[in-house]
């Protein structure tokens, strides 16, 4: 549910004024709105004229009452601008531009493995304005969780994308990637600067059940077939690896582990037997050349999908015990993804179904949300006299949006 739903709800079946309207479009305009990205994201408006007073008149009718994510080519100091500004506009619909105004943000910042200190200090900062932060860090499944949807509802997610990452790798010195250490510099970096616990998710283990089981049977023998005792004897191990590292976690005083469980497989037997191989991952967790290790795939005997879903299923379930004795919570979304026959329903899959390893994670974004949002806490007290703390020429913009206009294009 928005923040202000009953506000935007009245302001759904008003008429909307050629002067709101007007505003409206003022504000995008001074804003940069970006609205080629906008009809991108959002296919079903590709008929509507490319002008800003089509788009301003859909999104103040049914946009903003849907919680559509606008599009800004915007930076932070844009944010304490329009923060600092009275504007005509409903309520509703001012907070749904300022999560727009965030989720953009967010999305310049990326991952923030690779984002300076002050980046990390602005994001923070973004806490006066009633926003939520929590952390996570998997490999490429992880982008369920930095999703514009969960800014929409006042969450803030940091997302570090540790791409073709393995739980095993996470505590070997040796391991390519190097994205244990990577995690634990980003989280003493955090650690540093909260003055309020951070829920810190881990999605990791997708990259192992999938990809490396296979690859290291693979590798070590001229093996053709896996079988159950394998499966279970690397699942186990494989979870004990992950959570030695996850202990490790807890010396950070400030933040708070959760472990989400992997998602069910969406590659189908076809996909799998034509030699299916994902380079960057493959790179990281083989030994093999690619060429080599894809002759050895094509005469593999892999599981069929059923079966794959259960080895799925029994990881987690392993995950989830573990989870138990360390006392860290544990989210699955995956069990809400099952079509009659227990496997993946098509409508979560990437199109065309069954060729990407990869789910559409935002044909389930309310059900992640419903998961995330317990886990991160209560909303943040707003302070609406609180000033943002915004350093350098971020905290100049601030002074001059309240010496300027105070009634703004709303």
Known sequence: ??????????????????????????????????????????????????????????????????????????????????????????????????????????????NIGAAPPEEID?????????????????????????????????????????????????????????????????????????????????????????????????????????????????????????FSFLEGIKQYKMIRPCVAAIFPPSLSDAAIRSGYINASIASLNSSLPIEQLRERVLKFDFPDLPTRTRIHDDFNRILEEMCRQHSIPHIDVGRQLRGPDGLVAEKYMLLPPGVDHHLNYNSFKKELLAAVEPIVGNRFKKDKHAKPRFSGRYRAALPRARAGETASSG
């Open 122 to 242: 602005h994001l923070l900062d973004l806490q006066r304005f009633g926003f939520r932060p929590f952390f996570s860090a998997g490999d490429s499944n992880v982008a369920a969780y930095a999703l514009p949807y969960y800014v929409m509802h006042d969450l803030l997610p940091l997302s570090l994308v540790c791409a073709g990452g393995s739980a095993r790798g996470l505590v070997n010195p040796n391991s390519r990637g190097q994205f244990g250490n990577t995690i634990h510099k980003v989280i003493a970096l955090l650690n540093d600067r909260l003055q309020q616990p951070l829920t810190a998710i881990f999605c990791f283990g997708q990259v192992d059940v999938q990809f490396v089981m296979y690859y290291k049977i693979i590798e070590s023998e001229p093996a053709t077939s896996i079988s159950s005792a394998m499966i279970d004897a690397f699942s186990r191990e494989t979870n004990a690896l992950y």
């Open 1 to 110: 549910m928005h923040y202000f739903s009953g506000a935007l709800r009245r302001f759904r079946h008003r008429h909307i004024s050629a002067r709101t309207i007007r505003s409206f479009c003022d504000l995008l305009d001074r804003y940069k709105f970006n609205l080629e990205k906008y009809r991108v994201l959002n296919y079903d408006l590709a008929r509507l004229p490319a002008k800003p007073e089509a788009f301003a008149r859909h999104y103040l009718a049914h946009g903003a009452p849907e919680g559509r994510c606008l599009t800004f080519d915007c930076d932070f100091a844009d944010v304490a601008k329009f923060y600092a500004q009275r504007h005509r506009i409903n309520r509703g619909v001012a907070r749904q531009f300022l999560r727009s105004l965030v989720a953009s943000c967010v999305e310049k910042v990326g």
